[in-house]
């Protein structure tokens, strides 16, 4: 008979590797989902390929939105930034959008996991936002990890260039797609 112990809760450096972890699987997902497509068109279309590739596109929306749109959730930027209102502007600033235009691209990221992702529902059409702003968040989010919540330096073994990794990513599925 095993004893059942209470867990104790994560510490936050903990947390903030997980924050870093979320952040450099969405870039490698966003990565492998792109260097298999050419102009909005598949590069291979069979079965393997066409689900992998929309396998990479629905995770990468999941980690965002774990990171954005859950504000309820763990790993939600609310919950770890230091100076919330701080990052909230700045995060504005980098994706050139207002709080309220933030607020409607959360909703379109937030719409495609619920809809299509999450839970398969009604809708006729498969939405896929566009990511490229999704992109700058994460980017943002990851960068003030390392500048500010990094005290620790509980993200030593992570990757110190988002950037650099999105390109190396993308190089190595570039590859597997033209085999």
């Keep these: 008979m095993s004893m059942i112990t209470k867990k104790e809760p994560i510490t936050r450096d903990e947390r903030i590797r997980r924050v870093g972890f979320l952040c450099v699987h969405f870039v490698r997902n966003l ?6 497509m050419e102009n909005g068109i598949l ?10 590739n929309f396998n990479f596109f629905d995770q990468a929306v999941l980690e965002w939105c774990k990171l954005f749109a859950d504000k309820k959730g763990k790993h939600y930027w609310g919950k770890i930034a230091t100076d919330c209102s701080k990052f909230q502007i700045f995060l504005c600033e980098t994706i050139r959008m207002d709080n309220d235009e933030f607020e409607v691209y959360v909703n ?4 495609s996991r619920d809809k299509f992702i999450a839970h398969l529902d009604s809708e006729r059409h498969d939405y896929r936002p566009h990511m490229d702003i999704a992109y700058k968040c994460i980017e943002y989010y990851y960068q003030h990890l390392f500048n500010h919540d990094n005290k620790q330096n ?5 990757p110190s ?3 650099v990794f999105y390109d190396k990513c993308f190089q190595l599925a ?4 033209k085999t």
């Design 161 to 163: 260039d988002l950037k």
């Design 108 to 111: 379109e990221l937030r719409k």
């Design 31 to 36: 990565a492998f989902y792109r260097a298999g």
């Design 154 to 158: 509980c993200l030593s073994d992570f």
């Design 174 to 177: 570039e590859a597997e797609y």
């Design 43 to 52: 590069l291979k279309t069979n079965p393997f390929w066409r689900t992998a």
